[in-house]
């Protein structure tokens, strides 16, 4: 299944990311994309643990396919194969509606001088991150078509700088720019799933 986990893997990331800047160029004439402008401390430990993640996640089925073996075979493959691709179609949906849902107010990073709308429609409606949560259902969905070591870490370091990115970088800064209506939002939405109650 290595060449499966990594086909999924290469899509997921030109839609959610070349795909995304193209139609967010195209949109405000911008790219959205302020990565280089990651402030020292959190935010740029965010985005290297970000990309570590996304890196190690398609490097597990690329090292497969090379005879690597730093792969394992599931208990039950078939259960787990499909699974995992259900998680990475699911996934890749529902963080590509979040980030269409968002229009000119995208962005990849954080920009501390910028001021974007607080979108809460969509996905947004009923979670903060429903980005970053898609991000690693497609992670763990590739990782489950593919079991391996890199890409099973590459999920770990995901998870890691979500949680890294959205609530020491992303949430204050929101709160601060939106104040009232920040905290109105968070209140009535879960932060990576939806609400239990």
């Known amino acids: 299944m290595p060449a499966a986990a990594l086909i999924g893997a290469v899509?997921?990331?030109?839609?959610?990311l070349p795909a995304r800047v193209l139609a967010h160029r195209r949109r405000t004439g911008r790219s959205g994309v302020v990565l280089a402008r990651s402030a020292p401390g959190a935010?740029?430990?965010a985005a290297a643990l970000l990309a570590a993640g996304t890196v190690l996640t398609g490097l597990g089925p690329a090292a497969?396919?090379?005879?690597?073996?730093?792969a394992w075979t599931p208990g039950d493959a078939l259960i787990t194969h499909a699974a995992g691709f259900l998680l990475l179609l699911a996934g890749l949906a529902w963080a590509a509606w979040a980030q269409a849902t968002m229009r000119e107010h995208w962005r990849m990073g954080q920009d501390e001088t910028e001021r974007t709308e607080l979108v809460t429609t969509g996905p947004f409606g009923r979670m903060r991150h429903p980005i970053y949560s898609g991000m690693v259902v497609v992670a763990l969905g590739i990782a489950m078509i593919d079991p391996t070591y890199p890409g099973a870490a590459g999920?770990?370091?995901?998870?890691?700088g979500v949680r890294l990115q959205a609530i020491a970088v992303e949430e204050p800064h929101l709160r601060t720019v939106h104040g009232p209506a920040y905290e109105a939002w968070a209140r009535r939405t879960g932060r990576f799933l939806p609400p239990m109650g």
């Open 64 to 70: 497969h396919l090379l005879g690597l073996e730093w």
């Open 11 to 16: 899509v997921a990331l030109v839609v959610l």
């Open 43 to 45: 935010p740029r430990r």
């Open 155 to 160: 999920v770990v370091l995901l998870v890691i």
